[in-house]
C-alpha cells in the first residue's frame, strides 16, 4: 500500500516529465522533417541554378533529405529517453556496408557530379580522356558516352576521366594549325617562304588575329624544313589542315619547288679479288 500511495503521490511529477519530454519529442520530429524538405529544396535549387543534369539534382536532393530526416529521427528517440548509441552503431554499419559494396559505383557518382559541376568537358565537346578520343554525346550519374569519328560508340566510366588529364580541342574558340613543310636544299628558301605567306593570307579559314607564324625551323637530313602555324577557328580545324596541305603541295609544285622525300645514298666499294 505504501509503494502504491509512494507512485499516486509521484505520479503527477512522472505524468509533467514524460509529457514534457513527449512534448519536445514532437517538436524535434516536426522542426526536423520540416528543415530536411528544406534543406532538399535549397539543395535542388542550388544544383539548378548550376545547371546539373536533372537526375544528379534529384538523387543528391534525396540524399540530402535522408540524411537529415535519419538525425531528426535519432535526436527524438533520444529525447523520449530511448537509447541511439546502438541504433547509431547499426545505422552506421549498415552505412559502410552498402559503402563498400557499392564503392565503384559511388566512385563514377561522385566523378559524374564533379564533372558536371566543374564541366572540364560539355556535351559536343571533342576530348582525349580515359584513354580514348571522341565527341561527348551524354555525360550520366555513372559514364559517360562518346562518340568517336568514325561514328563509334565509346562508354567510359566517370571516374577514369576525372582520375586522368583531359585535353579539350573544343574549349576555346580558337585553335592553331601546327603544320612542318619540308623544300628541298635547292630551293630559294626566301621564295618559299614568301609563297606559303601568300598560301595563308589567300586562304579562307585563316584568321588576322592572332597572326600567323611562317619560319625556318630545323635544316633537315634531306630537307629545310619551315614551321606553318596559322590560327583558325575550332569548327573549321580540320577544313583548315586538309585544304591548307593541299594548296601548299599544289603551289610549290606549280613554283617548281621540291618537297624532297627520305632518301639514302648508298657506296659501294669493291675490293680485289684474293
Same mark, same amino acid.
Given at each position: 500500500?505504501?509503494?502504491?500511495?509512494?507512485?499516486?503521490?509521484?505520479?503527477?511529477?512522472?505524468?509533467?516529465?514524460?509529457?514534457? @519530454?513527449?512534448?519536445?519529442?514532437?517538436?524535434? &520530429?516536426?522542426?526536423?522533417?520540416?528543415?530536411?524538405?528544406?534543406?532538399?529544396?535549397?539543395?535542388?535549387?542550388?544544383?539548378?541554378?548550376?545547371?546539373?543534369? @536533372?537526375?544528379?539534382?534529384? &538523387?543528391?536532393?534525396?540524399?540530402?533529405? *535522408?540524411?537529415?530526416?535519419?538525425?531528426?529521427?535519432? *535526436?527524438?528517440?533520444?529525447?523520449?529517453?530511448?537509447?541511439?548509441?546502438?541504433?547509431? %552503431?547499426?545505422?552506421? %554499419? *549498415?552505412?559502410?556496408?552498402?559503402?563498400?559494396?557499392?564503392?565503384?559505383?559511388?566512385?563514377?557518382?561522385?566523378?559524374?557530379?564533379?564533372?558536371?559541376?566543374?564541366?572540364?568537358?560539355?556535351?559536343?565537346? #571533342?576530348?582525349? %580522356?580515359?584513354?580514348?578520343?571522341?565527341?561527348?554525346?551524354?555525360?550520366?550519374?555513372?559514364?559517360?558516352?562518346?562518340?568517336?569519328?568514325?561514328?563509334?560508340?565509346?562508354?567510359?566510366?566517370?571516374?577514369?576521366?576525372?582520375?586522368?588529364?583531359?585535353?579539350? #580541342?573544343?574549349?576555346?574558340?580558337?585553335?592553331?594549325?601546327?603544320?612542318?613543310?619540308?623544300?628541298?636544299?635547292?630551293?630559294?628558301?626566301?621564295?618559299?617562304?614568301?609563297?606559303?605567306?601568300?598560301?595563308?593570307?589567300?586562304?579562307?579559314?585563316?584568321? @588576322?588575329?592572332?597572326? #600567323?607564324?611562317?619560319?625556318?625551323?630545323?635544316?633537315?637530313?634531306?630537307?629545310?624544313? &619551315?614551321?606553318?602555324?596559322?590560327?583558325? $577557328?575550332?569548327?573549321? #580545324?580540320?577544313?583548315?589542315?586538309?585544304?591548307?596541305?593541299?594548296?601548299? @603541295?599544289?603551289?610549290?609544285?606549280?613554283?617548281?619547288?621540291?618537297?624532297?622525300?627520305?632518301?639514302?645514298?648508298?657506296?659501294? $666499294?669493291?675490293?680485289? %679479288?684474293?
Amino acid at each position: 500500500m505504501n509503494e502504491l500511495s509512494g507512485l499516486i503521490e509521484q505520479a503527477p511529477d512522472l505524468i509533467m516529465t514524460y509529457s514534457l @519530454k513527449l512534448l519536445f519529442a514532437v517538436i524535434i &520530429f516536426v522542426v526536423g522533417r520540416y528543415m530536411s524538405n528544406v534543406t532538399k529544396k535549397l539543395t535542388v535549387k542550388l544544383l539548378e541554378k548550376r545547371e546539373v543534369d @536533372k537526375t544528379v539534382v534529384s &538523387f543528391v536532393g534525396n540524399i540530402v533529405w *535522408a540524411i537529415v530526416l535519419t538525425l531528426t529521427i535519432i *535526436a527524438t528517440l533520444g529525447q523520449i529517453g530511448v537509447q541511439t548509441a546502438s541504433l547509431v %552503431a547499426v545505422v552506421g %554499419a *549498415a552505412g559502410l556496408a552498402v559503402g563498400l559494396a557499392l564503392q565503384g559505383s559511388l566512385s563514377n557518382f561522385a566523378a559524374g557530379v564533379l564533372m558536371v559541376l566543374f564541366k572540364p568537358c560539355r556535351v559536343g565537346d #571533342y576530348v582525349e %580522356a580515359g584513354g580514348v578520343a571522341g565527341t561527348v554525346d551524354e555525360i550520366t550519374i555513372f559514364s559517360t558516352k562518346m562518340l568517336t569519328p568514325d561514328n563509334k560508340v565509346i562508354i567510359v566510366p566517370n571516374t577514369s576521366i576525372m582520375n586522368g588529364s583531359i585535353i579539350n #580541342y573544343s574549349a576555346m574558340e580558337k585553335r592553331r594549325v601546327d603544320m612542318v613543310i619540308g623544300v628541298s636544299y635547292d630551293a630559294d628558301i626566301r621564295q618559299a617562304k614568301q609563297l606559303l605567306c601568300s598560301i595563308l593570307e589567300n586562304n579562307q579559314y585563316v584568321l @588576322k588575329e592572332p597572326e #600567323y607564324i611562317v619560319a625556318v625551323s630545323s635544316l633537315g637530313d634531306s630537307s629545310v624544313n &619551315f614551321v606553318v602555324r596559322p590560327w583558325v $577557328k575550332t569548327s573549321d #580545324y580540320w577544313d583548315a589542315h586538309f585544304e591548307l596541305t593541299e594548296t601548299i @603541295k599544289l603551289s610549290l609544285d606549280e613554283a617548281g619547288i621540291g618537297i624532297p622525300y627520305p632518301q639514302m645514298d648508298v657506296h659501294i $666499294k669493291e675490293t680485289p %679479288a684474293a
